[in-house]
Every structure is written in C-alpha cells, then in structure tokens.
C-alpha cells in the first residue's frame, strides 16, 4: 500500500505515513468482552466500534495493558485526563438525539 502511495505523495507524506502505520502494527491491549460490556453508559451497538478505537488509541500511545475487566478498563481511560467521564457524557447526548 506505501508502495502505491508513494508514487502519487510527496516522499516526506510517505514517511509519515510509514510511522503511522508502524505505530499501528505493534502489539495492542489485551481487551476481554466482559471488560467492555461492563462499562457503563457504553451502548451496547457501539461495544464493536468501541473496542476497534480502543485498539488504535493503545497502539498509538505505546500501552499493552490488560484490561480484563471493567474497572481496569475504567481506570485505564480515567487516567487519560479523565476520558470515561468525557465518553459517558457523549454517548449520553448520543442516545438522547436517538
């Protein structure tokens, strides 16, 4: 795909994409269902989406963690300047556009 893209991008767009994809295919979280479908507030029709992004935000700030269950998970993104809190409160708004 890089190889592709740089026929068509400008050489220093390639290296910034080769970090981000280098960034990306370390190894990520070890996330368990139950972790997530304990999480309150979180839909249920966004678990899926909600773990993919989770995947990516691990991978991109260098964490493995284990996240096992639902307390780590919510200690885990707490420890983000508070980032569950900032989620409930749009998947709040989310469900009462719905």
Do not use: K
Not at 19 to 46: D, K, Y
Not at 58 to 69: A, N
């Amino acid at each position: 795909m890089l190889a592709l893209l740089a026929t068509r991008c400008a050489p220093s767009t390639v290296e910034r994409l080769r970090g981000r994809v280098a960034a990306l295919s370390v190894p990520g979280p070890s996330i368990r269902g139950a972790a997530v479908a304990g999480v309150e507030g979180l839909p249920a029709r966004r678990r899926g989406e909600f773990i993919a992004q989770l995947q990516v935000f691990c991978r991109l700030r260098g964490d493995t963690p284990e996240l096992h269950t639902a307390e780590q998970l919510s200690e885990y993104l707490q420890s983000y300047d508070g980032l569950l809190t900032q989620l409930r409160a749009a998947w709040e708004e989310e469900a009462h556009a719905d």
